[in-house]
Every structure is written in C-alpha cells, then in structure tokens.
C-alpha cells in the first residue's frame, strides 16, 4: 500500500518533469502556443494530484504530532492529579486526630503526623534512633521493646502523662510498621463516671435495704394470716434486691481490679463444693455427678474462681426442668488448659443470644429469670472473673437439649505438668450452637 503510493508519486514526478520542464523551455525562446499552454495546464494538474498524494502523508505527520502533544498533556495532567490526591491524602492523615508513626525496618521514625508530636512528643522530624530508644522511660517505650501484644489498650502518653493512650502497631509495606495510638482520655473518664455512679448506687442503697429486709424477717406471717402472701412476696423480692445489689457491688470490684491473688487453687476440694452446693440448690430434682477426669489445681484467686464457677452451678439447676441431668466436669485440653464445665439437660439457649449472654441485665426470657431468682448479673460477674485470669468462656447450646457452660483456663495457670487429653467423643452434636465469650 505505501510502497504503491510511491510509485505512483515517481512516475507524477517523471510525467510532471517531462511536461513543465519543455513548456517552460518553449515559453522561454517565445513560442508559447496552445499546446505549451496545454502541456502547462496539464503540469499543474498532475502537481496537484502530487500534493493530494502528498497531503495523506503529510496529514499523518501532523496527527502524529498532534496526536504525541495530547498524549505528553495527559501524562502531565494524570501526574498532577495524582500529586493532588497524594498532597490530599497527606493533609487527610496530618490533621488525623489519632498518632500515626510509619516506622522503617530498624523501627525508626519515617513519617509521622501532627498529632503525634503531640501525643508521643515526637518533634524533632531528624531524629536517627529507633522511636522504641526515643521514647526509653515511658509504657510506650517499654512496650514497643517488647512488642508482645499488637494492642495496648490504656498507657500514659508520653508527652503528657495526664493522657491516655490505645495504641496499635501493625505491619505495613514490606518491612515497615504503622502505629496508631488514639486519645482515649475522655472515653475512659466517662467509664470511670459510670463506674463510680453504679458503685454509689449501690452502696447507698445497700443499707436501707439491709433494714427493710430485717425487719421483713421479724414479721411472722402466721401472726398476720390476711398479709401472709403479702409478706412473703415482700421477703423475696426484698431479698432479690439486696442480690442485685451484691452483685453490682461484686461487678464495681472486678472491674477496678487489673489482677487477682495469684494463689494456689486446691481443685479437688473446690469440686466437692460445688458439687454440694448444685445438691442443696437442686433439692433432689435433678441427677447432679462430678467427672474430674485431672487432678490438676490451678493458680489464681480461689475466692473469685468459685464465684464464677457456683454461677455457673446455680444456672444450671434454675435452668433444668425437675428431673433433668447436671454434670460438673474438670478435665485437661490436648493443649493442656484445664477447663471446668457444667452440662445441663435443660431449656438451652437459641444461637441468636449466645453472644450476648454476658452483658449486664441480658436475659434470653425476662420472666424465666426472675421466676428462678435471677439477677442478669452471673455471666457478667463469669466473664470478668475469667477475664482476670485470662481464661475465657465457651457456651454451646442447643434449645430444647440444653447448655454446656465451659471455663478455659491457660496450661500457663495449669500447676501439673501431666496432660489428661480432653475426650474426644465430647465434641458437640448436629444443632448445637456454639460461641466463645
Ligand atoms: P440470670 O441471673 O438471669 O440467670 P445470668 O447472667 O446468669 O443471669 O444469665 C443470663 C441469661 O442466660 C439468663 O437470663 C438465662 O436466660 C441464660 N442462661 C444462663 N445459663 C443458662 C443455662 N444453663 N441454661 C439456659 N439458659 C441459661
């Protein structure tokens, strides 16, 4: 196709030399006919149909050039924008009201924003030495020597230890680690508000109803035969209210505490107890049996691990209907955790509810709490427990069949070092929900 074109512009090229070339020749020695003229004419049409050649290629040239000029423009316009949306992106993280620290693969500083000078004290932008150094004699510092947990949920700030600070390190790029840590000072004194209100409340009312109670107790209902029913609805639910409130207080306890007495747990004797106790709260109603499968004890705070393991006890019995099976176990993961569970035959609990089971006040039915003397506070108090001994609780139900309540303890709380494998036909049936709390 090309190489036709330039032929054809070869032979244009011959034809237009060989016909201009003697017109021009006889116009010069004063001839000029009309063959000369026709020969000229003719001249000009093939010059024309050269430049109507020419004019494609030439057409080509110049889009090529202006279609390169577009192309140069795009590039530079798709730089600025993209420098724009980083400077955006920049400022956006600048005047971010939480820390942010990019830290190279040696820890040290590479970028930090505004609020981080703030925060962390970080002024000085050509400081070489890792920020764990920079920051030596603060938590933080501490902590990020250690880096044991990638979240550190209350320490001082370091530029003000007025502060406190929820800090995250977490991987980024290849070798580079991003910190956030975020001002959780406002947060934390609004708990700390609650906290002591639910803590006052409950003393207050701890007295007057101690008295109210008492007095309940020296009224005899067979003296006052007409208000017998009245007195003992008034008993119990006095009573309830003065559990209520022991158990708020227990909760205001726990949740101002960061550690327990870290004591030896004689297990075999607390399993006795609690063994008595499901007894005395049963009545003869259900078929209660203990399987220690370990004799392993654990460390930790005796008192609080049996606050948290009769709660679970007394569930069980108030939950089963009369006739129905409780088994109080303690056994030995593969992992080595100890766990003690308490099994029931009773009402279960539907999936929907498990995971919210240990929040204050929850109760999968109202009225079925209250019947059986429930306060909506015993997983509360469960969870917290467990939660200072680092140890956490699974519950697997199933409506209609009933629930398995299980208390996960460390093998670090474990004091034994022989491992008794949890047995595997324990693992739970088709329908069963299951939840980690
Ligand atoms: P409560 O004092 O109401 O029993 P808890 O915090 O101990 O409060 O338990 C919360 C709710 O969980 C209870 O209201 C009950 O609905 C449900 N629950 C707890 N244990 C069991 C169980 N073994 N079987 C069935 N439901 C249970």
């Not at 316009?77 to 400022?91: F, K, M, P, S």
């Not at 890792?130 to 933080?140: F, I, K, N, T, Y």
């Amino acid at each position: 196709m090309r190489s036709d074109s330039v032929m054809l512009r070869v032979v244009l090229a011959a034809i237009l030399a060989g016909t201009l070339l003697p017109a021009a020749l006889i116009a010069a020695v004063g001839g000029a006919t009309w063959w000369t003229l026709a020969l000229t004419a003719g001249g000009e049409i093939i010059a024309l149909l050269w430049l109507a050649l020419a004019r494609p290629g030439r057409a080509s040239g110049l889009s090529n050039a202006l279609h390169d000029r577009p192309s140069a423009h795009a590039e530079h316009t798709r730089q600025q924008r993209l420098a724009t949306q980083l400077r955006d992106v920049r400022d956006a993280a600048q005047s971010w009201p939480d820390a942010i620290v990019l830290l190279d693969r040696q820890g040290c500083v590479r970028w930090r924003n505004t609020a981080a000078s703030r925060l962390l004290g970080l002024h000085r932008q050509a400081d070489e030495r890792p920020l764990a150094d920079r920051l030596s004699g603060s938590e933080l510092g501490a902590w990020l020597r250690k880096e044991s947990d990638q979240l550190h949920t209350d320490m001082p700030a370091p530029a003000d230890p007025a502060l406190r600070l929820s800090v995250t390190i977490m991987a980024f790029g290849a070798h580079m680690q991003l910190l956030l840590a975020r001002d959780i000072s406002t947060l934390n004194r609004l708990e700390q508000v609650r906290r002591d209100f639910v803590a006052n409340v409950s003393h207050e009312l701890r007295t007057p109803l101690t008295v109210i109670h008492g007095y309940l107790e020296l009224l005899d209902p067979a003296d006052l035969p007409e208000l017998a029913p009245v007195l003992v609805e008034m008993r119990m639910q006095s009573q309830r209210m003065r559990q209520i409130v022991e158990d708020l207080l227990t909760l205001s306890r726990l949740e101002t505490r960061h550690a327990l007495p870290d004591e030896h747990v004689a297990m075999a004797p607390l399993l006795e107890t609690l063994r008595r106790e499901a007894e005395a709260l049963s009545q003869g109603r259900h078929i209660i049996t203990l399987d220690a499968a370990t004799d392993v004890d654990v460390r930790g705070s005796g008192h609080d691990l049996h606050s948290a393991f009769s709660n679970l006890v007394s569930n069980a019995v108030r939950y089963t209907p009369s006739g129905g099976n409780i088994r109080l176990s303690w056994q030995r993961t593969s992992a080595g955790e100890a766990v003690f569970s308490v099994r029931d035959s009773g009402l279960g609990i539907p999936a929907e509810h498990l995971g919210r089971l240990t929040e204050r006040f929850y109760r999968v039915s109202a009225s079925r709490s209250r019947e059986s003397g429930g306060t909506g506070l015993g997983l509360a108090i469960v969870k917290h427990i467990l939660n200072l001994h680092q140890a956490r609780l699974d519950v697997e139900s199933e409506p209609g069949r009933g629930s398995t309540f299980a208390c996960v303890l460390d093998v670090s709380r474990v004091i034994d070092s022989t491992i008794d494998t949890l047995d595997s036909g324990d693992s739970s049936p088709a329908g069963t929900s299951a939840r980690r709390l």
